[in-house]
């Protein structure tokens, strides 16, 4: 690990504009990102301030909320002609959505976390609003997490669960061996199920979508209450599931559109 003092300035930089993204729509405080990022209050002011003269965040002079800025949507333009599979993902989502009548998702692995990028909402009126654009949650956490970590080697997971603390946010169901447990149960079914883990009744399901290299880059999830997710319902939307996550990642790998 790169501990120089430069590393260091930019690990604090990214933990404050991660933070800052997930707010964004409403915009934040210092006081709320430097809590969201771990980092003191002055330094994250000062972190802002600089962000700030560069264009990379903004600041409503009136109620003195930090939002992303200008500079960072024109790299993300830049950025997106290589990177930006949401395009693809799109249709997965549309399609899970309108055949099950759930929320469906498509998230991207980002280093040690999941981030939601598309939201669709089907027709059953009621919804779980545990994921959301922007939202982001540790490997291990909520479904499209679960599945992910599932697919890394054993390496790869015995490394991740020895580093990170999942318990004192999470709670006692994320401890590593209970995650381990349903690690094993999702290599068996090929898709992750979240039993109300995060909310109490509100559960997810999850598929891979594996990147040219063979490793589980995103997942495609869908959402809703307990009762939508009944053991005999269950199989169903795992096979719809996998074959949405199937079908993009053989898209994603082409480059070429979906033919159906």
């Known amino acids: 690990m790169d501990t120089t003092p430069s590393a260091h300035l930019v690990g604090r930089v990214g933990a404050v504009l991660r933070a800052l993204s997930t707010v964004n729509e409403s915009g934040a405080g210092t006081a709320e990102l430097a809590r969201a990022a771990g980092l003191p209050r002055p330094t994250v002011h000062r972190l802002l301030v600089s962000l700030a003269d560069e264009g990379f965040v903004?600041?409503?002079?009136?109620?003195?909320?930090?939002?992303?800025?200008?500079?960072?949507?024109?790299?993300?333009?830049?950025?997106?002609?290589?990177?930006?599979?949401?395009?693809?993902?799109?249709?997965?989502?549309?399609?899970?959505?309108?055949?099950?009548?759930?929320?469906?998702?498509?998230?991207?692995r980002r280093g040690g976390e999941t981030v939601c990028l598309v939201r669709e909402d089907g027709d059953f009126p009621i919804r779980s609003f545990v994921l959301y654009?922007?939202?982001?949650?540790?490997?291990?956490?909520?479904?499209?997490?679960?599945?992910?970590?599932?697919?890394?080697?054993?390496?790869?997971?015995?490394?991740?669960?020895?580093?990170?603390?999942?318990?004192?946010?999470?709670?006692?169901?994320?401890?590593?061996?209970?995650?381990?447990?349903?690690?094993?149960?999702?290599?068996?079914?090929g898709y992750a199920v979240n039993p109300g883990l995060v909310v109490e009744g509100s559960w997810g399901m999850a598929a891979a979508v594996f990147d040219r290299a063979g490793q589980p880059a995103w997942a495609?999830?869908?959402?809703?209450?307990?009762?939508?997710?009944?053991?005999?319902?269950?199989?169903?939307?795992?096979?719809?599931l996998l074959r949405e996550a199937?079908?993009?990642?053989?898209?994603?790998?082409?480059?070429?559109p979906a033919r159906r």
Do not use: C, K, M, N
């Not at 061996?177 to 079914?189: F, L, P, W």
């Not at 199937?246 to 070429?256: C, F, P």
């Open 58 to 108: 903004d600041r409503d002079q009136r109620s003195g909320r930090w939002y992303l800025g200008p500079e960072l949507y024109l790299l993300g333009e830049a950025a997106g002609r290589r990177y930006d599979v949401t395009q693809h993902a799109r249709e997965s989502v549309h399609r899970l959505a309108t055949a099950t009548g759930e929320s469906a998702f498509f998230s991207a």
């Open 133 to 189: 654009e922007g939202a982001r949650f540790p490997l291990g956490v909520v479904s499209a997490g679960l599945v992910v970590l599932s697919f890394l080697t054993d390496a790869e997971i015995d490394a991740y669960l020895e580093s990170t603390d999942l318990v004192s946010r999470w709670g006692a169901p994320h401890a590593p061996d209970a995650v381990r447990e349903r690690i094993a149960r999702t290599r068996t079914d």
């Open 220 to 240: 495609l999830t869908l959402t809703g209450v307990e009762t939508r997710f009944r053991p005999e319902r269950r199989p169903e939307l795992g096979a719809l």
């Open 246 to 256: 199937h079908a993009l990642g053989r898209v994603i790998g082409s480059g070429e």
